[in-house]
DNA sequence: AAGGAAAGAGAATGAACGTTCTTTGACGCG
DNA sequence: CGCGTCAAAGAACGTTCATTCTCTTTCCTT
């Protein structure tokens, strides 16, 4: 819906072009749903916080849930190009594994914390509005496959690459509630114990490429 | 109307005493909660669904977060005993440990499986409510050390105790969105990859009473 | 310099919610 | 048989929220 029938080149724009109002609004929208939750929002907190007028923020989006898709979307892709790069920093096979639970670590130590945004979404709105649910899955459906591609790639047992996301997603929900980074150390030294026993984790060769790198860094946010 | 004079006792009470009323209400309200969430759910709904007048509702509740915080206490009293009992059904300690994950399963089978109610809960009005905060981190405390206190006694290393906790958190999120119990099978799987290469849990024999409340006695938690 | 389109700020609107109050009707007791 | 008490049902009240509309100001164009 964009006016472009009488916006001459780059005369006037106070806030910014569209991209950047986008932002704008999104950054503004992050922050706070994060930290008070969705319906606990109204959109003149958002309107307030971002700078933008609620006009401009209707012609960006057709409406509040609109805004919480595109929130959860834009962060998800945030989040999977920081854990492939973090991943992809690492050495060795059971190096990039471990690394991840570093990342979790780093994650819940910041004071914004409060959970997994899509697990809150999802329990806050899922049962009554399908797009949020639809993108909480589509969140959960790539989070799963990156977190497993690295213990896979990895070469270790399926039980092994099965417990890495879980071990994340319960610490996760554990870090949450307890206000301490301490459940990303412990999935850390369970992953850590599975690995031991766990015979091809430690010496295999498995080719240390980024796997998982391909489907965090580069990929478009479109479709789907 | 239809008030049949049914008075089963003392004076006349149709829909029953106090308890019964309570009883009525928090029925009510755990299953809508559950398949709705909490803000999109009003006083109204509660009272068609429990039957009950909205004026004996707030005689019994001073209002709704109270009722919210007693649906959440009064679920997790119940989920505390249907886990005790089904770990006590089971016979050697590593099959306690297992029957954790039997438990999860059948829970994530039943149609109103909707994730953990006490995250959902939390996601949605924790930032804004302590009351309910304060209840969701009781919840999790206690749940954390019942599911810790099987493995422990079992004579697990503090890597396995700690992973089975967060492999059962985890598997609760995941299911959730997935809508499939199956996360509940691989984090089983997981815990009997650590037990294999857990050498106590297999074979030692320690005494298995269930709910052991003496928690930490042996090994120090993992700090970081 | 005048005209006009677009911008920002905020009021208006209509609906929903939590909580309280009023009305209506039935029962027990004198 | 009439009166006081109490229960149920639902209207009422004040607030909040998502969304739209209005009014005033700004700044480009001619």
């Given at each position: ?27 503004a929208a992050e922050k706070i749903f994060n930290a008070r939750?969705?319906?606990?929002v109204?959109?003149?907190r958002l309107?307030?916080a ?175």
């Open positions: 819906m964009s006016r472009a029938t009488t916006a001459p080149g780059p005369g006037r724009r106070p806030s910014g072009d569209g991209d950047g109002r986008r932002a704008l609004l999104l950054d939750g969705i319906q606990a109204g959109m003149d309107r307030s971002s700078g933008l007028p609620l006009k401009r923020i209707y012609e960006l989006f057709p409406g509040k849930d609109a805004v919480v898709v595109a929130t959860l979307r834009r962060r998800h892709t945030r989040m999977m190009a920081d854990i492939g790069a973090h991943v992809d920093a690492a050495g060795s096979p059971r190096e990039r594994v471990l690394s991840l639970f570093d990342w979790f670590h780093e994650w819940f130590e910041t004071p914004e914390f409060r959970g997994c945004p899509w697990m809150n979404a999802y329990g806050e709105l899922g049962p009554t509005n399908p797009a949020i649910a639809a993108e909480v899955y589509h969140h959960q459906r790539e989070f799963r496959a990156l977190l497993t591609s690295v213990p896979r790639s990895a070469g270790c047992s399926e039980a092994v690459v099965g417990a890495v996301y879980l071990l994340a997603e319960g610490a996760v929900a554990a870090a949450a509630v307890q206000h301490s980074p301490s459940p990303a150390a412990e999935a850390r030294a369970a992953v850590a114990a599975l690995l031991a026993a766990d015979a091809p984790a430690s010496g295999a060769a498995v080719p240390g490429t980024a796997v998982p790198g391909a489907a965090a860094s580069t990929a478009p946010p479109a479709g789907v």
